[in-house]
């Protein structure tokens, strides 16, 4: 902006464009964007006052929260969880070929799974596995983005509709935060639940969803809006400050401006949906401000994983200063998408895939421990979600994009140490691959999952159609894998 207009062009609505051009009007709607996602989350005359840093405590008993954590890229669920039983492994590594693991670096899981197969955890999950041997952890075998139960002369003919782009990066992340994949998207799952059981929460400071990675299609929700948290901090606007300094000044007369009466709607919008989103940042950082009550159990650990994970602790620990009884979580982890060097020639036990195994491994234990120090880990919930499983064959050293894949649920409310669904038959061109190199068809749906995981967290069997609309198209509405 020319210094020469602002001189003779004092008007209010000149003066707040100035405003917003010193703290960068890109930087003013991105941060807005970051601290307000979608739409105003709270009410400015909310009687909630800054409360200061939480020392560790319990939680209401009556609380809940669920912690998505997404596989961003397509995580090759084939090496996480590797069949052991001489004959099936026998027929894993002849059709996985170079990317087989060694059968006997693999941790065996105790018991079988119905058609009496044995199955072991990659040797890099070594903390998961013992939370598994504990009851704290449960697998879910061959789920993926389904309209109806397709069987492979199904899918072959093409005789029931399949989701629109499979394969396809962005369109599988949709469909699996969505759980609608033969609908234009409009919400995600983890939205619906929220705007269901939002009422929980009363009269609440900030959202109960809150991301840790950014914007999501996961927590999208009519009512609910997401809310972003950094790792370290909660955003503020850039170039605001205190005092006389410049930045205090600065941020005083726009503190004036949006305070004040506008005849326009649209400016009264803007500047009340700006004092929110400034006023809920200072509130949420003083409740989470100065030393964690959970280094201990994060000691260490620096990957961008186990900072959100600590930081999604630290905002359960202040669930009581929030006003918070059901909290919805977004946390992701990328670099899965590896169609070269997933594994180290001659250890291959080793190299990326291992390295994104064991942090995610390393990251939830700690997580799942420092819920333990404030008696919360029977009320906190982490699930995974990926945008598909890779191809059973390799393309020489690494994998291609498939459909069905195998995850695990983490928490005390889990009815852990057992695989649940249906592990596909691991023959290429077999009765579960959809082609010719491994592509196993879901034998178990995301609304089935998801839906599990939603009834524990208190919405009623009414309106679980209302959030899986889709959901009576299949026979297992709850897998069992959640205690009552």
């Not at 105003?40 to 929260?65: C, E, H, L, N």
């Not at 084939?78 to 990317?99: C, E, H």
């Not at 994983?305 to 059901?326: F, P, V, Y």
Request: aromatic share 8%; hydrophobic share 40%; proline share 5%.
């Amino acid at each position: 902006m020319n210094p020469t207009q602002r001189l003779y062009d004092p008007s209010r609505r000149r003066f707040l464009g100035s405003c917003c051009a010193a703290v960068t009007a890109t930087g003013l709607l991105s941060q807005l964007a970051q601290l307000r996602m979608v739409g105003a989350v709270a009410d400015t005359g909310s009687p909630f006052a800054p409360v200061g840093p939480r020392m560790a405590a319990a939680p209401q008993p009556d609380f809940k929260a669920l912690v998505c954590l997404f596989l961003s890229g397509g995580n090759d669920a084939n090496n996480m969880i590797v069949p052991i039983d001489a004959s099936t492994y026998s027929q894993y590594a002849a059709g996985r070929g170079a990317l087989a693991i060694p059968q006997a670096d693999l941790l065996p899981l105790a018991g079988t799974v119905a058609d009496g197969r044995r199955f072991g955890m990659h040797p890099a999950m070594a903390d998961l596995k013992a939370m598994y041997d504990q009851g704290k952890v449960a697998i879910l075998g061959n789920v993926g983005t389904l309209v109806y139960p397709t069987t492979k002369s199904q899918y072959t003919s093409r005789s029931v509709p399949l989701p629109p782009a499979l394969f396809s990066h962005n369109d599988q992340q949709i469909e699996w935060q969505s759980s609608v994949p033969d609908k234009a998207f409009v919400s995600g799952w983890g939205g619906r639940v929220a705007d269901l059981t939002n009422a929980l929460n009363g009269n609440s400071r900030v959202s109960m969803a809150m991301t840790l990675a950014g914007q999501n299609f996961f927590q999208v929700g009519r009512t609910v809006s997401q809310y972003a948290v950094g790792t370290n901090a909660v955003p503020s606007l850039t170039g605001s400050g205190t005092g006389t300094s410049v930045n205090g000044v600065r941020t005083a007369a726009l503190t004036d401006l949006l305070t004040a009466q506008n005849r326009n709607l649209f400016e009264t919008a803007f500047a009340g949906l700006t004092k929110e989103a400034i006023d809920d940042s200072a509130f949420l950082s003083s409740v989470v401000t100065g030393a964690s009550p959970f280094q201990a159990q994060f000691n260490g650990m620096n990957s961008n994983l186990s900072q959100q994970l600590h930081m999604i602790a630290r905002l359960i620990n202040a669930q009581e200063a929030l006003g918070l009884k059901r909290q919805v979580f977004f946390a992701r982890i990328g670099g899965w998408d590896l169609h070269d060097n997933q594994l180290n020639v001659g250890q291959r036990s080793s190299g990326a895939h291992a390295s994104l195994l064991n942090d995610v491994s390393r990251s939830i234990n700690a997580f799942y421990r420092a819920l333990g120090t404030i008696g919360a880990e029977n009320q906190v919930t982490t699930f995974t979600a990926s945008d598909f499983g890779r191809t059973f064959d390799t393309n020489g050293d690494g994998s291609d994009h498939a459909w069905g894949s195998h995850h695990f649920i983490v928490g005390g409310a889990v009815n852990g140490g057992s695989i649940y669904g249906t592990m596909p038959d691991f023959a290429i061109r077999g009765p579960d691959d959809a082609g010719s190199r491994g592509m196993w068809i879901p034998s178990t749906s995301v609304d089935e999952y998801s839906a599990t995981l939603a009834r524990w967290f208190g919405v009623s069997a009414t309106d679980l159609p209302v959030v899986f609309p889709n959901l009576g198209r299949f026979a297992k509405p709850d897998l069992g894998f959640m205690k009552a």
